[in-house]
């Protein structure tokens, strides 16, 4: 087993430790968590790249649709966007609405039509056979296979996301899902227990 890949393990075991964390807590909604998932998924594909282009000096570089970098140059683009993709996984279930979900919505714009653009670009340009996906020495997809992936797995996900993100920013307040539910049935137990107390108090008077 490759050292990059027992790295990626590891990396991915602490990151999905803290994504559990934050079920735990119950503040999130199937489409919180539906979201929260994609954008672990994308992270757990990105998730060594930032210390390989460090240390490995055989690093083949690092692209996401249009943007290619090489070398020294690796390091910050890929450490922003891992860093992007695992705080939208996490702020997708901790937080599910408010003004953090924008970082959300205009990664996923960003990402999503950046990588469409490219495959139908290279689709169109080259065919099929050269579009790829590689994951270091552990495998590589070319042709249909590489694109419905990318499509149906990142490209029409990270649209929904994008919408899903959109309308959450702009609902007002920053009440995760969850927690907004149990409120509202705690308010209404509350005034259901009010109201029976009230009624019974009464009709002891009487």
Known sequence: ?????????????????????????????????????????????????????????NYVGWQIGFIRCEGWAVPLPATLFLAWALAAAWIAVAHGRG?????????????????????????????????????????????????????????????ASALWATRRSSSGGSTPPFAADAQERRADSERNSKGIDGFRYSASRV
């Open 99 to 159: 003004r953090w979900m924008k970082l959300i919505a205009v990664g996923d714009t960003l990402f999503g039509l950046n990588l469409i653009a490219s495959i139908l670009l290279d689709v169109l340009q080259r065919g099929l056979a050269d579009i790829k996906i590689q994951g270091g020495e552990i495998f590589t997809l070319t042709g249909t296979p590489a694109v419905l992936i990318l499509m149906l797995l990142f490209g029409l996900p990270l649209a």
């Open 1 to 57: 087993m490759a050292i990059w890949f027992q790295i990626a393990l590891v990396l991915g075991m602490v990151y999905w430790l803290i994504f559990c964390y934050l079920l735990i807590r119950r503040r999130w909604n199937a489409a919180a968590l539906a979201v929260g998932v994609l954008h672990m998924v994308i992270a757990s594909f990105y998730s060594v790249a930032p210390i390989r282009s460090l240390l490995d000096p």
